[in-house]
């Protein structure tokens, strides 16, 4: 017959490796599957961020005056442009909400 000490082992055993293979990595919110085709007019932008870096393609999320938000591969120049235009202005917003 098994001993106690084996059976309690083993159910140990048995129970961190349940937990183990159940356990949920976490996974990123949102990723994008593709980027854009053609560059966005500066003026339709309002907002960026960039996707976490769990997902599998590296994208900047550009945000748009209608809501709607577009992934753009961040190596493209007009990326990188319309980054640091989105940039100048977010830093102009808050000098502006710091003189109130």
């Known amino acids: 017959m098994i001993s106690l000490r084996t059976a309690l082992l083993a159910a140990f055993i048995l129970g961190v490796s349940y937990q183990y293979a159940t356990a949920k990595s976490p996974t990123p919110k949102e990723c994008c599957f593709d980027y854009v085709t053609g ?4 003026a339709k932008l309002v907002d960026f961020y960039n996707t976490p870096s769990e997902c599998h393609l590296q994208a900047v ?3 748009t005056r209608a809501d709607r938000k577009v992934c753009a591969d961040p190596s493209k120049p007009w990326v990188k442009r319309a980054i640091r ?3 100048a202005k977010r830093k102009q917003t808050s000098r502006s909400e710091n003189h109130k």
């Open 39 to 42: 560059a966005i007019q500066l």
């Open 85 to 87: 235009t989105l940039q």
């Open 61 to 63: 999320v550009l945000e």
